[in-house]
């Protein structure tokens, strides 16, 4: 009787720790066009929702980049330390949708949608829309 609550207690254990590894934290975006890495962006909750601030330029020379295409309170601004996700809602386990995902690069504001690889807990999946046209990137996680 022992091992057998041994092994269901294993078991939920192995479960929880496997599902542990969520949404929250430091992702390492990649380029859907090149394959190549951008940036690293931490996405953490903040009263209940999701934000992201981008963390650090990985492209060479564009480490210290300003957003010269931007308009209004970002325009000029540095892009390392600006947020890039806000306010992001989850929508059903693990999926969050909100209408704020900017892209520094183009200065532009897509609706967004944001959940984990089911596949693979490591990658994050970020899709952007603008109108009924969307684009999917896939970021790694950063250890």
């Known amino acids: 009787m022992r091992t057998l609550i041994k092994l269901v207690l294993l078991t939920i254990f192995s479960i929880s720790t496997s599902y542990g590894q969520g949404i929250f934290g430091k992702w390492k975006t990649i380029d859907d066009r090149t394959g190549k890495p951008k940036a690293v962006i931490d996405i953490y909750e903040k009263d209940g929702l999701m934000y992201g601030h981008v963390l650090e330029i990985l492209e060479k020379g564009k480490e210290d980049s300003l957003c010269t295409k931007c308009d209004g309170d970002r325009k000029n601004k ?24 900017f892209d520094p690069e183009q200065a532009m504001t897509f609706r967004c949608k944001i959940w984990l690889n089911p596949d693979n807990s490591d ?4 899709r952007g829309y603008l109108a009924f046209l969307y684009r999917t990137q896939t970021w790694l996680r950063v250890d």
């Open 123 to 126: 990658e994050l999946k970020v």
């Open 78 to 101: 540095p892009v390392v330390g600006m947020t890039i996700i806000e306010a992001a809602e989850e929508k059903s386990e693990g999926v969050y949708k909100g209408d704020t995902l």
